[in-house]
Every structure is written in structure tokens, then in C-alpha cells.
């Protein structure tokens, strides 16, 4: 089967840059997600990782390690709006998505 | 990106009740799925939606207690059966599609159940 960790609550200042993990423990990996989701919506697709390395996208970066079964999602800038919950998913061959726990960000003025 | 709606978008159920939740996706896709959102909690696959055939469920989640139809390939159903406060939840759903260079999940707005 696989795992997946997060912590469970991260606060960060507008303005700054925070980083949120992600571990995992799977076989057959065949990618790494990030989502948004803001209380009371539906998951939003923020980035994609298969290789190792940084994807940048604006504001928003993932780096992964496959042989660590580690990723990072990196905010910068932050602002209110991004106050949500952030979630990774992990994908393997032959199997379907599975959402780690959740990173609820609160970002304070 | 698929554009996915279902309904309802709420509702408050009575214990034992049964609820049917309708999922809509705006052009043909192989892959639907059903999630739960307890509160304060992630996703849970509930089970993947075959069109044709019967869905396949998850650990923990049985046919008897949600079942689903997927009748084509823009449309699905999960029923909440029998229902009690634990079915409390947010239902999603959700379809794969092939996005760039990767299958990537698009969700519906989700279904907040209240079982009294």
C-alpha cells in the first residue's frame, strides 16, 4: 500500500515564503500532485511532479526526491487568499490517486 | 479541463434515509470516481465508476451501503444507503483526464451531507 505524511497545520505571515512537505512511502510511483483546497470547495490542481527536481509555476513551486519519497510545495509571497488546505496525492502503476492528510496553511496579516 | 457539476450540492437527511447524488461531467471521460471528505479530514476513495460494468470499491467501502451506476461515459450516481451521522460528509466526485504530459484529477464542487 502506500503512505503519505504531512503536518497537519503550518501558520505563515503575508508576505513570506513557506514550504510544505510531503513523505511517502509507495512502489510503482508514477507521479506526485499538489492541490488547493479552500474551505468548502472542491481540490484544485496546482502542480505535477514525475522527475526529481523543481517545477515552478509563479508563485508556486514542487520539488520531488524520488529515492527519498519526498516532496516540497514552496509559497512565495504569500497572500490571505492562499489560506487553505494543501494536498499531496501520489499515483502508482496499476493504482489510483491517494491523498496524503492535508496541510491546513493559515495565513496571518 | 473537464467541467464536472453535481447535485445536490447540500442537503440534510433523516437517519436510515437513503440519498442519491448525481455527478455531471461536460464531455466523455473513462474514469469517474467517488470520493468522502469527513470534516477536517482528506480524501477517501470510495470507488472507481466503470462504465459498463459494476463499480470497484475501496477497502472498507461496500456495494450494498454505496452503490453506483455509471449508466455513460458523462454520468454517474452514488447512493448513500441506509444512512447514519457517521455518513456526515462531503461527497466528491471526480474524472481523470489527460492534461499535457500527465492524467490529472479534476473534482465536482462535492455533495456536504448532514445525517440527523
Known amino acids: 500500500g502506500q503512505n503519505i505524511d504531512q503536518p497537519t497545520e503550518m501558520t505563515a505571515t503575508e508576505g513570506a515564503i513557506v514550504q510544505i512537505n510531503c513523505t511517502y512511502q509507495t512502489s510503482g510511483f508514477n507521479g506526485l500532485f499538489w492541490y488547493q483546497q479552500h474551505a468548502g470547495e472542491a481540490p484544485t490542481f496546482l502542480s505535477y511532479n514525475v522527475l526529481d527536481g523543481l517545477e515552478e509555476k509563479g508563485r508556486f513551486s514542487s520539488f520531488l526526491s524520488r529515492s527519498k519519497g519526498y516532496s516540497y510545495l514552496l509559497l512565495k509571497e504569500l497572500q490571505m487568499k492562499d489560506s487553505a488546505s494543501y494536498l499531496c496525492a501520489v499515483t502508482s502503476y496499476g493504482q489510483n490517486f491517494v491523498f496524503g492528510p492535508g496541510t491546513r496553511l493559515s495565513v496571518l496579516p | 479541463s473537464a467541467v464536472i457539476s453535481q447535485k445536490p450540492s447540500r442537503d440534510i437527511c433523516q437517519r436510515g434515509t437513503s440519498l442519491t447524488i448525481q455527478c455531471q461531467v461536460d464531455?466523455?471521460?473513462?474514469?469517474m470516481f467517488w470520493y468522502r471528505q469527513q470534516p477536517g479530514q482528506s480524501l477517501t476513495l470510495i470507488a472507481t465508476?466503470?462504465?459498463?460494468?459494476?463499480?470497484?470499491?475501496e477497502s472498507g467501502f461496500v456495494i450494498d451501503k454505496f452503490p453506483i451506476s455509471r449508466p455513460n461515459l458523462t454520468f454517474s450516481t452514488l447512493t448513500v444507503s441506509n444512512m447514519s451521522p457517521e455518513d456526515s460528509s462531503i461527497y466528491l466526485c471526480?474524472?481523470?483526464?489527460?492534461?499535457?504530459?500527465?492524467?490529472?484529477?479534476?473534482f465536482g464542487p462535492g455533495t456536504r451531507l448532514t445525517v440527523l
Open positions: 465508476a466503470n462504465q459498463g460494468s459494476e463499480a470497484t470499491y
Open positions: 471526480s474524472v481523470e483526464d489527460y492534461e499535457m504530459s500527465h492524467n490529472e484529477q479534476f
Open positions: 464531455s466523455q471521460v473513462t474514469m
